[in-house]
């Protein structure tokens, strides 16, 4: 099966496609990359008409290449990609933390939510459930850190920014750029910690009636 994987961060690639090497190498893998759709999120402040048209070009050029799914890693632009789903109904496409999201509702009812990326902690929390309560966190300078190719800054930074953490049940990373720190985030925190990319993987496995191995 074709995947089509759109991104608003290049951070998001590598993680991703370490999960579906492991979890399912045989699917084959397109990448589209557009890195100012989160620059220009920053500048504007907010989703506007714009950047969905955006995203549904997006979605269109994806699946005029014959995909039989989207997925999307970029958690900050929810309802730009609930219209694409609208619009190539019943293709799946899955936003990119729908399946973690799923997964820390079942564990947890006191939820921590790290990211780097501060409008994620604007458009994130409406996606989860009314009945939990969530504790944003953002891990500043962490992101800059990456942009600069500084991996072991990033990480220490989103460690220290967890460590206010510890009294929820469980700590959910909001972007795909964080999964590699999970261990570490998990370590200093002694909370369980669900990361977007493997829960990912599996859900639109399942939604494609993929067999997991």
Known sequence: M???LIHALKHSIVPIEASFARLWPEARLMNLLDDSLSADLARDGGLTDA???RFLGLGRYAAGTGSDAILFTC????PCIEAVARAHAPMPVLK???AMIEQAVARGRKIGLLSTFPPTLVSMPPEFPSRVELVPKLAEGALAALDRGDRATHDRLVVEAARSLRNCDLIALAQYSLAPAADAVAEAT???VLTTPDSAVLKLMAVLGVESG
């Open 75 to 78: 958690s900050a632009f929810g």
């Open 190 to 192: 002694g909370r369980p």
């Open 96 to 98: 990119p933390n729908e």
């Open 51 to 53: 950047m969905a048209e």
């Open 2 to 4: 074709r995947i089509t």
